[in-house]
């Protein structure tokens, strides 16, 4: 597995080598990294979480987090996990824009570009959906009714649904 590191973290740098990792310089030929690890949060990474998927990357601020923690976020494995599947999440719902981004899922903004989404997400029953079931196939969307729902419930839902 090829990771890309950030400058600065040589004491990680050299833990990920021992461990058999392809280890190179974040911005030198890494565009085909699997993971990168970050310390130095920039514009590009402003709001990124711990731990995330930024696309087929797993992206990983150290920044706070020990060298086991950081190995323990990669043994997790790669961002692969629904990453075919693209999800709109309606507005209130950030914990569970959360879960479904750290499991590798593509989540664009309810109602901009979501024409395409595999998955929408509602918790506001608005006209379009007035009758909806708590889970239903609405033309090629897979529709759920997150009332009621749990982030992990919904998760789950999703993995059931749309395994390829």
């Known amino acids: 597995m090829k990771i890309s590191i950030q400058p600065g973290m040589t004491e990680l740098e050299n833990k990920l080598i021992q461990e058999g990792y392809n280890v190179v310089k974040y911005g030198n030929n890494d565009m085909d990294a699997q993971v990168a690890i970050i310390n130095d949060v920039d514009m590009a990474y402003e709001e990124i979480e711990p731990v995330q998927c930024h696309?087929?990357?797993l992206v990983i601020n150290a920044d706070n987090m020990s060298p086991d923690s950081v190995l323990a976020a990669i043994r997790k494995g790669p961002c692969k996990k629904g990453i075919d599947v693209k999800i709109s999440v309606q507005p209130g719902m950030a914990d569970v824009e959360k879960?479904?981004?750290?499991?590798?899922?593509?989540?664009v903004k309810y109602g901009h570009g979501d024409m395409d989404a595999h998955v929408t997400i509602i918790n506001d029953v608005d006209m379009a959906y007035e009758e909806i079931e708590p889970v239903q196939q609405h033309g090629?969307?897979?529709?759920?009714?997150a009332d009621n729902m749990t982030p992990e419930m919904i998760?789950?839902?999703?993995?059931?649904?749309?395994?390829k």
Request: glycine content about 8%.
């Open 55 to 57: 696309g087929k990357m």
């Open 99 to 107: 879960l479904l981004k750290t499991e590798g899922y593509e989540v």
């Open 140 to 145: 090629k969307q897979l529709v759920i009714n």
């Open 155 to 163: 998760l789950t839902t999703i993995q059931k649904r749309t395994k």
